[in-house]
């Protein structure tokens, strides 16, 4: 693990869309850090906000949705800091940003290729855009990353479409183009979520590799526990658009302090450990974004649940030894009542 | 390998219990169509050739990727499609029935006693019918029940699975992922069936409602005798839920076994591949290394490989692979592979987290 | 999860998910009604609520629906029969309608219209029309005039406005060749025009829903047959074969046969649209797992057909024939402009342009050209309307 100085700190990000029928506050809150060289997972349940969180890095939230609130700082290879939460989403600052320093992988693969453009096209353009570099010297780089990627015969695939591709494949050459500008962080949305168990483990594989020759940072988002035990070094775990915890991935396993994530690390199955017993649960379901219980979010569903005091306010960020915060009164706050939520 | 007994294992008399469900050599080819009269040009082998038994009363696991197969096998046990080719037996009171062989109309009080939940809650649900009709309508079409009886027996159902009987006169487009799924398991057991085939039922689940789900699937189990079929491509659940489990790939079953002899001592290259790629939820895990990365794709199942189907991605492939076709053989104790070298090869179980 | 169908709510009926599995019991607090209400709401009142927030189609729906009262209303809404002519006024420019009198006692709620001076131009051959304002022709509502029988069953004789005197020459929208009064010709084309568009849409629903339906029901070579015809009828230019069609209807049928005539030659053409739609939903929805699900069930083909197959279609096949009717129309009108469709006496949109043929009626008579605006009317609102039904169709968007 890399400890080095802070690459990307959010502070309080909060991102709401305003729709016909009210606010859906889909990132409401959110702090954590991301190191240099460091893998950096977020973890939560479908709905919770881990792509909006993402989008609002790079500014690319869909329509209706705004920052309305927060800092992301960046820091540059030059050593400065910036604060893109406070850039012009549509400017040449922040576009340069994108693709050059920090670079995305998306849900859902297809939709972010575009389908009437050569794969091999596709990623020499991305570093011309932002290198400049003739056309020989984009295509021989972008044949070097596909090979590096696993492509095999690129100079074939070079000029193939992406719906001629696998899904793994596909997956290979998002990550390429991706990768072309070496950024400094790439953020990676479920990019194993759509593949098969083998693919995602070579893909997973794959990133990890990569991270290590270029020394970039990963964000990397996920719902599955699993993939975060195996490549995280720091989590958060994210509920209804806050981060209820964050720590390094070996203390979050050994001993999990929010009552979610302990829940949660109760409810999956493990191969070998719960034979025929059956899972722990948690009760109810995630509310509807429209509907977020008043106080900590999660007092509903909690077996912690402190009456008069979960649902009274929100508990604020609580710190612990070793770096590690938690969101939860059973930890501290619950005396500072008046700090009623946001 | 001259000297091995190479008996199919369906031949072979299951030795405990009388098998509620056999399936023989099925094989399901779908026509690829072409040009403006449509001429078949090819089939797509989606099964092909996939032998087993499920036994009265257990939990038979199917595990294998995407796109070989599993949920074809499933729906030819529902008679969705008919069969290219091979049986299913369907056992009862000591009578036999091959289910490939009957019509639409023969196999209606078969469809009683087979059950299927589907993969997806929100396809699988009319959104157009209210939870009652969509429960109820089985019970209609068999004239079980009908105008209060019927609301009864739905109402009760409902609450079998954890819904509130509320749920009787809505529509299923307001609820979660999770409440669909009970209402999708609560259709399944309103005929009171032997057999339920499972495709991927909480796949599309979240990981919280995936462990409500996976609980009250082991409960109505129990609480009717239940035999499930339980489709899934997540080997953890699997092993969670199974009693045996069997391992598709391209349309065949290349591995079966007791789930736990399964897991910890494999005995087909694909099924130590698969394990080995299982992620594990626990960091000290990770460095255990020797994690085995399969090369390329899948095979295509319309221009399948020569010999062993797995040969182009296995680490233990020789030329007796590419040209000869393993058959499914048993190696004793209720396991069967369908590899010519599982005798000789050393394979790796899943790595089991202790405490 | 995706919030789904919140796009349809509004802040009164959202959906609130209790964080419980098991919502509140209706009637306990925190339980508002509406939140039952989308719970509970079935397929149209989904499609009402999705519908209703598409602006452009609610007008739709709105002019639409005047549209047709006035064609189901003509006599009584026309001022005069469409046959009735007066050689003094012919080519009378439109007059204007006076809703106040300025009289000595002040100004008072007296509609009028001014009469005509009429002069006749020795060199162009034509009358001059001059608004003479010493005579006024009052003009009242629900006026005795000629005889109808409304919608043919109930007999009367007053109109909804008209002169006071019978005979005083009205022609608020002008006149045309004859001397006939345009506001009660167009008024009475609505009725041929618009009513041509819903039979021949009935027409190719009947012949779109029968062969699609068996193009996808029985597939194999069936399927491909007819396939085959729609895909050669489509083929085939449409004026030219219209044209040919509408030759072969002998001169000396009577009006109503050739109004079927045309009606059955449009929807001829009309149904293959309908039909792909049909067959290609109908195939669709044959591998959708609910309705694998009601076969698993034991539901035969006809009941699955018909309690799961067609409901689920059926928003969609309504929002094609929605669609389907401004062709007709415009198809109508095209033939009769053409002069190979309707022919008067009948009166349509269409015939009536087509007397407003020739440049110099254009030159000398605008108002010839006003049938057009209802056909505009028409077209843009049934089009507007069918847009917002084809989006409310699915109201379960994931
Ligand atoms: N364009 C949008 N308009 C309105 N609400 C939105 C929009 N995009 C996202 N949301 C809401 O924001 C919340 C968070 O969404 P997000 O996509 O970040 O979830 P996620 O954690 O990435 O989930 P998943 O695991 O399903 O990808 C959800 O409640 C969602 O409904
Ligand atoms: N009706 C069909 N017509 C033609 N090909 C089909 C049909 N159904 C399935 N196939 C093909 O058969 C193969 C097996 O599909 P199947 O859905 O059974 O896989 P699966 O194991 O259930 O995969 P998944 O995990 O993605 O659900 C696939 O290649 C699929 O494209
Ligand atoms: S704050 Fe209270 S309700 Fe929230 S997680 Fe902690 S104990 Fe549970
Ligand atoms: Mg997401
Ligand atoms: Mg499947």
């Known amino acids: 693990m890399n400890t080095q100085g802070p690459l990307l700190e959010v502070q309080d990000l909060q991102t709401h869309f305003s729709t016909d029928e009210g606010v859906v506050k889909a990132v409401d809150g959110v702090d954590f850090t991301i190191r240099q060289g460091e893998t950096f997972c977020l973890v939560g349940e479908s709905g919770c906000g881990k792509s909006v969180t993402a989008f609002s890095i790079l500014q690319i939230v869909q329509d209706p949705g705004r920052i309305v609130r927060g800092s992301i700082h960046l820091r540059q290879d030059d050593g400065q800091t910036l604060d893109l939460a406070a850039m012009d989403p549509k400017g040449r600052a922040l576009r340069r940003i994108r693709g050059r320093d920090i670079a995305m992988i998306f849900q859902e693969p297809m939709t972010s290729l575009s389908p009437v453009h050569t794969v091999g096209d596709q990623i020499s353009e991305t570093l011309r855009l932002h290198a400049p570099i003739d056309k020989l010297q984009a295509r021989e780089q972008t044949m070097a990353i596909l090979t590096r990627v696993g492509i095999p015969r690129p100079e074939r695939h070079f000029h193939a479409y992406p719906f001629q591709l696998s899904g793994g494949m596909r997956q290979r050459v998002m990550i390429a183009m991706a990768l072309i500008c070496r950024p400094s962080l790439l953020i990676a949305d479920e990019p194993t979520t759509a593949l098969d168990v083998t693919m995602q483990a070579v893909i997973l594989d794959l990133i990890k590799e990569l991270q290590g020759e270029m020394g970039m940072s990963v964000m990397l988002i996920t719902h599955n526990l699993g993939v975060v035990a195996e490549v995280a070094d720091t989590v958060a775990v994210m509920y209804l658009g806050r981060i209820v915890e964050s720590a390094d991935v070996y203390s979050l396993f050994r001993e999990p302090k929010h009552p979610y994530t302990t829940a949660l690390l109760r409810s999956i199955p493990v191969i070998g450990l719960t034979k025929q017993e059956r899972l722990a649960t948690i009760r109810g379901m995630v509310p509807h974004p429209f509907n977020r219980p008043h106080g900590c979010t999660f007092h509903p569903r909690c077996d912690h649940f402190m009456p008069g005091v979960c649902n009274r306010s929100l508990p604020p960020i609580t710190h612990l030894e070793g770096g590690r915060t938690v969101r939860c009164f059973l930890y501290g706050g619950a005396d500072t009542r008046e700090r009623e939520e946001r | ?355 | 999860m995706r919030t789904p169908l919140n796009h349809l709510v509004n802040q009164k009926t959202r959906v609130s998910k209790t964080a419980d599995l098991t919502p509140p019991k209706p009637g306990t607090p925190g339980a508002p009604v509406s939140e039952q209400r989308v719970e509970m709401a079935g397929q149209w009142q989904l499609m009402w609520w999705k519908f209703r927030k598409h602006k452009l189609a609610m007008i739709g729906s709105a002019v639409t629906l005047l549209i047709y009262l006035v064609a189901l209303f003509v006599e009584f809404l026309a001022p005069f029969p469409r046959g009735v002519y007066e050689a003094r006024y012919t080519y009378a420019p439109p007059q204007a309608l006076h809703l106040f009198e300025r009289t000595e006692q002040g100004v008072r709620f007296r509609p009028f219209v001014y009469g005509y001076k009429v002069t006749i131009d020795e060199v162009a051959i034509r009358r001059v029309f001059e608004i003479d304002t010493s005579q006024k022709h009052y003009v009242g509502l629900l006026v005795r005039g000629a005889p109808y029988k409304l919608i043919g069953l109930f007999p009367s004789d007053r109109h909804l406005f008209g002169p006071l005197e019978q005979e005083a020459p009205m022609y608020l929208l002008g006149a045309d060749r004859l001397g006939r009064d345009m506001l009660s010709r167009i008024i009475y084309g609505t009725r041929i025009s618009m009513s041509i568009g819903l039979v021949g849409v009935v027409l190719s629903l009947f012949l779109g829903i029968l062969l699609g339906g068996l193009s996808g029901y029985y597939g194999g070579a069936v399927d491909l047959l007819i396939q085959r015809v729609i895909e050669f009828l489509r083929g085939i230019p449409t004026i030219p074969l219209w044209m040919g069609l509408a030759a072969a209807i002998p001169l000396d049928w009577p009006p109503l046969r050739v109004y079927f005539g045309i009606t059955l030659i449009l929807s001829l053409i009309g149904w293959t649209g309908l039909a792909r739609e049909v067959r290609s939903r109908f195939l669709s929805m044959r591998t959708e797992d609910f309705v694998i699900a009601a076969r698993l069930d034991g539901s035969s083909e006809v009941r699955t057909i018909m309690r799961y197959m067609v409901p689920s279609f059926l928003s969609h096949i309504i929002a094609a024939i929605t669609l389907a009717i401004p062709q007709m129309i415009l198809s109508e009108t095209s033939l009769s402009f053409l002069g190979i469709g309707l022919r008067p006496p009948v009166v349509s949109w269409g015939v009536l342009l087509n007397e407003a043929q020739n440049i110099r009626s254009v030159a000398t008579a605008p108002w010839l050209l006003l049938p057009g605006v209802p056909i505009i009317a028409a077209v843009l609102s049934l089009n507007f309307l069918g847009d917002g039904l084809r989006d409310a169709a699915d109201p379960y968007g994931r």
């Open chain 2, 1 to 355: 390998m001259s000297g091995m007994k190479e008996t199919a294992i369906s031949e072979k008399p299951m030795d405990t219990g009388q098998p509620l469900l056999e399936i023989k050599n099925l094989k399901m080819h779908f026509p690829i169509q072409k040009g403006v009269f449509r001429r078949i040009t090819d089939y797509v082998r989606a099964v092909d050739g996939a032998s087993l038994a499920v036994k009265r009363g257990e939990t038979f696991g199917l595990v294998g990727e995407s796109g070989c197969g599993k949920t074809t096998l499933g729906r030819c046990i529902m008679r969705v499609y008919r069969p290219t080719a091979g049986q299913i037996l369907y056992h009862e009171d000591g009578r036999t029935v091959d289910l490939c062989a009957l019509n639409n109309e023969e196999l209606k009080p078969y469809r009683r006693k087979i059950r299927m939940i589907f993969q997806d809650p929100h396809g699988s649900l009319n959104p157009r019918m209210t939870v009652l009709d969509i429960v109820g309508d089985a019970l209609r079409v068999h004239g079980i029940a009908s105008g209060t009886e019927l609301e009864d027996r739905v109402s009760d159902l409902l609450r079998r699975v954890g819904l509130r009987s509320e749920y009787l006169r809505r529509y299923p487009h307001a609820l979660s992922g999770g409440e669909r799924q009970r209402i999708g398991i609560a259709r399944a057991l309103v005929l009171e069936p032997a057999l339920v085939v499972c495709d991927e039922p909480v796949s599309a689940l979240d990981v919280s409602v995936q462990a409500q789900t996976l609980n009250l699937l082991q409960d109505l189990q129990a609480e009717f005798g239940l035999t499930y079929l339980f489709v899934a491509h997540d080997l953890s659940v699997v092993e969670h839920l199974s009693d045996r489990t069997a391992v598709m790939y391209v349309g065949k079953l290349v591995e079966f076994a007791d789930t736990k002899a399964l897991y910890v001592n494999p005995r087909h290259p694909y099924t130590e591949a698969l394990l080995s790629a299982v992620p594990i939820a626990d960091p000290r895990m990770r460095e255990r290394g020797g994690r085995i990365r399969l090369e390329g794709d899948v095979a295509d199942p319309a221009h399948p490989p020569t010999g062993c189907y797995f040969h182009p991605r296995c680490r233990y492939a020789r030329q007796r692979c590419l040209e000869e076709e393993p058959i499914l053989r048993d190696l004793g104790g209720d396991h069967g592979v369908a590899c010519h070298f599982s005798e000789e090869i050393e394979l790796r179980g899943a790595v089991m987290v202790n405490g």
